[in-house]
Antibody, heavy 123, light 106 residues
């Protein structure tokens, strides 16, 4: 069965960096685009970034552009989110999610989600 | 960016009720819309995509309709496990955006 397991969250000071990982299993990871979505405490869902199946296409929310970098290692079935210059407003649970579209550079809805990892940015 | 506005933001209902949640887009998104359900402390779960296609395994009491700028999610007969927060999401352009959510309460 499809499994997505995030890790790397924790407490970090403003201005510092953190890297999140999402380990995928139960499907051919290299065939699918992958997303990061976050949710601040008590708030709604906020899309962060997407990477195509081969890493050739990446898109970001304006709020993280220039600070966050999405990447993937298809040999390790792992998705990453490098977060630099963190701000208190980045405090959230970060979810990775699989895009339903496969087999090419295409993007669709999110059919599987991980359980999330909490990032707290605080001095 | 495309904005999605859900109404209502809060909805009180009872088991057995029929409820409808509306999602309005700030511009035409054709049928590029999905609905998700989220329960407290859990990840979102896909319910409907392409505005009206039921995800495999989702009960048939859930249905979606609409195109262009106005969409609805309907639950025909509420069950206790349906009390949750519901989000719409547009899949037409980047950045992907979600509605603000509708919390369905007993």
């Amino acid at each position: 069965q499809v499994q997505l397991v995030e890790s790397g969250g924790g407490v970090v000071q403003p201005g510092r960096s953190l890297r999140l990982s999402c380990a995928a299993s139960g499907f051919t990871f290299s065939n699918y685009a992958m997303h990061w979505v976050r949710q601040a405490p008590g708030k709604g869902l906020d899309w962060v970034a997407v990477i195509s199946y081969d890493g050739s296409n990446k898109y970001y929310a304006d709020s993280v552009k220039g600070r966050f970098t999405i990447s993937r290692d298809n040999s390790k079935n792992t998705l990453y989110l490098q977060m630099n210059s963190l701000e208190t407003e980045d405090t959230a649970v970060y979810y990775c999610a699989r895009d339903r579209c496969s087999g090419g550079v295409c993007f669709s809805h999110f059919d599987y989600w991980g359980q999330g990892t909490l990032v707290t940015v605080s001095s | 960016d495309i904005q999605l506005t859900q109404s209502p933001s809060f909805l009180s209902a009872s088991v057995g009720d029929r409820v409808t949640i509306t999602c309005r887009a700030s511009q035409d998104i054709s049928s590029y819309l999905a609905w998700y359900q989220q329960k407290p402390g859990k990840a979102p779960k896909l319910l409907i995509y392409s505005a009206s296609t039921l995800q495999s395994g989702v009960p048939s009491r859930f249905s979606g309709s609409g195109s262009g700028t106005e969409f609805t999610l309907t639950i025909s007969s509420l069950q206790s496990e349906d009390f949750a927060t519901y989000y719409c999401q547009q899949l037409n352009t980047f950045p992907r955006t979600f509605g603000q959510g509708t919390k369905l309460e007993i």
